[in-house]
């Protein structure tokens, strides 16, 4: 995946858009990986819930 493609898929997301989210490099994921194909960490967690407003 290029610099570019990466960018775009970190600034086209809402924070709390996505279901799971690598704890090490933070880009979000709609189903459970076991294995982040951005930076090959293995903490992936399902997102907290935010406060209630």
Same mark, same amino acid.
């Given at each position: 995946m290029s +610099?570019?493609?990466r960018l775009n898929r970190y600034i *086209?997301?809402?924070e709390g858009?996505?279901? +799971?989210v690598? =704890?090490?490099c933070g880009v979000g994921f709609d189903e459970r =990986?076991?294995?982040c194909p951005e930076c090959g960490g293995y903490s992936? =967690? =399902?997102r907290e819930? *935010?406060?209630l407003r």
């Open positions: +610099y570019f493609d *086209g997301r809402d858009e996505t279901e +799971y690598c =704890r090490n =990986r076991q294995v992936i =967690r =399902r819930w *935010g406060p």
